[in-house]
């Protein structure tokens, strides 16, 4: 049957110069006119819009030269340069680091006052160390813990004082 189809027309393409009956173009499906008439309302919306945007625009910018007040306390000229509040990032925080603990090394290695009114003094940490290897540690005497019958520290209390009860 293919063979019959191609043997009614001399070339391939002859079979479309053809129409059959009922596949002509519908004229009902698109209406041309009005897709031209929507095409050209488009560009007009877009055109009246742009030029509205534009006058906007333009009325915004003169309205902030009549003003001459910045309204955000950020927006600054560029030429004037202002430090954030306190407390500020370090700058260089390894140098400061090392200022630190060289200040730090020479306050626990010398002598010196804390508070001067109430006799408070501050020694470096290795003779600190050695009297009180020399001293010793206060301890508690025998009778500080008898002062008061019926208390006596539990395993789980660190170190403060219960009630003994009966078990």
Known sequence: MAD???AAHASADDQYLET???SEYEHTDANA???FKFLVWLVISAVVIHFGLGLMYGFLIEQSKETGERQYPLARPADVRQLPPQPRLQQFPHNELYEFRL?????LNQYGWINKNSGTVHIPVDDAMRILVQKGLPARTPDAANETPGLMPSDASSGR???????
């Open 103 to 107: 200040t730090e090394e020479e306050l």
């Open 4 to 6: 019959h189809h191609a």
């Open 161 to 167: 004082m219960m009630e003994r009860r009966r078990q």
């Open 20 to 22: 059959p009956p009922g």
């Open 33 to 35: 006119w009005i897709i």
